[in-house]
């Protein structure tokens, strides 16, 4: 069993930034894919960026790239999402999630969820 906690959502301004964090217990971070998710009210989860288990691949969706950054410190069981220029178009709850085994492209595949965190983007 694996326990995800996210934290670092909040309100900001069109332009701000955010660092949203997750951190991991109850398995072997270092053997996960972790991705982070979001979903708006009415719209189907979407992947933002996920990142190999060593970091050494990642993945970000084209609506985030140039904007967002995934990192991962395996020694402290943590996975971090730094998103600048935010746009209202982000106003989303964020999850992040583990994948144990196989391939991660979709949410179907993730075996672990946290309880998410609330981004908010005012224009």
């Known amino acids: 069993q694996v326990q995800l906690v996210e934290s670092g959502g909040g309100l900001v301004q069109t332009g701000g930034s955010l660092r949203l964090s997750c951190t991991a217990s109850g398995g072997t971070f270092s053997s996960y894919t972790m991705g982070w998710f979001r979903q708006a009210p009415g719209k189907e989860r979407e992947s933002v960026a996920r990142?190999?288990?060593?970091?050494?691949?990642?993945y970000y969706a084209d609506s985030v790239k140039g904007r967002f950054t995934i990192s991962r410190d395996n020694g402290k069981n943590t996975v971090y999402l730094q998103m600048n220029s935010l746009k209202p178009e982000d106003t989303a709850v964020y999850y992040c999630?583990?994948?144990?085994?196989?391939?991660?492209?979709?949410?179907?595949?993730?075996?672990?969820w946290g309880q998410g965190t609330q981004v908010t983007v005012s224009s």
């Open positions: 990142i190999s288990r060593s970091g050494d691949t990642i």
């Open positions: 999630a583990a994948n144990l085994a196989g391939p991660a492209w979709s949410a179907r595949a993730y075996d672990y």
